[in-house]
């Protein structure tokens, strides 16, 4: 497996795989995000999905991986301290605002962040057509923040709030993006990064809300728990997804390719939750997806 990846990093083929893995990775992590978002108050669901996770890597990172090298240890001091903001507003911005209207601006925020990051970082560089890609996928996911502002009547005591978390979520997710990204880099493994990065993240969200668990009737923790194992499965080959894209090609491209789980989660919020979604809206994260092909294609 890891002479395969490393055949392919850089390649045609590589680039097609990555090109996959990100698309794979954006309707998972739509999918998570509605797990997050269900019938459960978004704080417990996190905690129950995060120890879930934790659980079953342990094995994996303690007896099956190589252990991390020497230098990776501030790497995941870095990458857990990251991924804890970014939980916490999260999970913050859930509670205020509907999934429909706070996941597209948390999307929208991230990929025009980390394409400047892979560019400072990792000496990445977009085409001008590419550039155009990200300003009709980040510009559709802010008109549909625009719209939602104007439009809709549920929880508008809150949407301000809502809105503003989660653009300080989207700068959570462009931050992750790319230091993850330079962690799975760093380490010749990238299943020692993606076993420990599991392991060691697992626990600040059960710890913290250890104490609303308390308060969860009986009936509900066998619904609770299938929740957790299922999002823990989830959030495996979501995360898996992108960070091996990550590895093997292009950090911005594959970062904004995933942010065409705008339009997998108003299809999960409309199929799944009840939200309305409308022709509008339908019509704004049709740019979102135009502008990921954009990206792509220009930067053959």
Do not use: C
């Not at 001008?128 to 923040?145: N, R, S, T």
């Not at 495996?236 to 989660?265: H, K, N, P, Q, W």
């Amino acid at each position: 497996m890891l002479d395969t990846i490393s055949a392919i990093s850089g390649t045609p083929t590589g680039h097609n795989v990555a090109i996959g893995l990100a698309l794979m990775a954006a309707f998972l992590h739509a999918l998570f995000g509605a797990m997050q978002k269900g019938r459960h108050d978004p704080w417990i669901s996190r905690g129950v999905i995060d120890a879930s996770y934790g659980i079953i890597a342990a094995p994996f990172a303690l007896f099956v991986v190589p252990w991390p090298e020497p230098q990776m240890w501030p790497i995941f001091a870095v990458v857990v301290l990251v991924h804890i903001g970014y939980k916490l507003a999260q999970a913050a911005s859930y509670t205020r605002g509907a999934y429909t209207v706070v996941y597209p601006v948390v999307r929208g925020t991230g990929p025009l962040f980390t394409v400047i990051g892979a560019g400072l970082l990792f000496s990445e560089h977009f085409t001008p057509g590419q550039w155009g890609g990200v300003a009709l996928l980040v510009g559709g996911i802010w008109g549909l923040a625009l719209y939602n502002l104007r439009t809709l009547t549920v929880g508008r005591e809150t949407m301000v709030s809502a809105l503003a978390l989660a653009v300080l979520t989207g700068g959570f997710v462009a931050a992750y993006t790319t230091i993850d990204a330079y962690g799975i880099r760093a380490t010749p493994n990238p299943f020692t990064f993606l076993a420990w990065f599991f392991f060691l993240d697992a626990w600040f969200m059960p710890l913290l809300t250890l104490r609303r668990w308390r308060h969860i009737p009986a009936a509900e923790w066998p619904g609770l728990v299938k929740r957790g194992v299922s999002g823990a499965i989830v959030a495996y080959f979501s995360f898996g997804a992108v960070m091996m894209a990550t590895r093997i090609d292009r950090v911005g491209e594959a970062a904004v390719l995933r942010e065409t789980s705008t339009v997998f989660a108003a299809l999960i919020g409309w199929l799944v939750l009840g939200e309305k979604v409308g022709p509008r809206r339908t019509g704004l994260m049709a740019l979102i997806a135009l502008g990921a092909v954009v990206v792509e294609f220009a930067g053959r």
